[in-house]
């Protein structure tokens, strides 16, 4: 993709954008935007996915006293139920960005697709291993959105929200059927809708 930028001019505002829960069958799909600051380099950043949950949580607050700038941002249920996943993901992503307390120069998406900014930005696959602002994002919006789904799990008691994070487990499968769908579901996806219209 053609930016027009010089990429070396522009390192220190560029923002890494990741996302986490478009899979899953409930709850809000999470984003975040981070813009690192090179004369305070972070170590260990890699994809959310690769690291344990204690590493996670000490980079979150990490990142979060280093960045240059960082926002969390979401599209909630609602919003992936009116609009399909994939453009609920691109507005939440939309929002990280937006909500940057600094205007990065480039933004650089997790992913194959670009939500439209008011910024460049370019896509990047499986920006979060490659890319240290992207890895730091997802950390942002791992960490957020599962902390989010514990405080869930005590709210909507025994479908296993806590553990599998809204993923369809066997064992939320089987709370489904047995508990039928709660608010905090998503009734647009297959699984849920299915059960609604029995």
Sequence with gaps: MQLGLDFNLVQELVAGVDEVGRGPLCGAVVTAAVILDPLRPILGLNDSKKLSEARRDALFDEIREKALAWCIARAEVEEIDRLNILHATMLAMQRAVEGLSIT?????????????????????????????????????????RDREMRVLDAQYPGYGIAGHKGYP??????ALQRLGPTPIHRRSFAPVRKLLEC
């Excluded at 487990?169 to 089987?174: M, P, R």
Aim: hydrophobic residues 50%; positive net charge; aromatic residues 0%.
């Design 104 to 144: 990065p120069r480039l933004a650089l998406i997790d992913g194959n697709r670009c939500p439209h900014l008011q910024v460049p930005s370019a896509a990047v696959v499986k920006g979060d291993s490659q890319v240290p602002a992207i890895a730091a994002a997802s950390i942002l919006a791992k960490v957020s």
């Design 169 to 174: 487990t066997a064992v939320h499968l089987e």
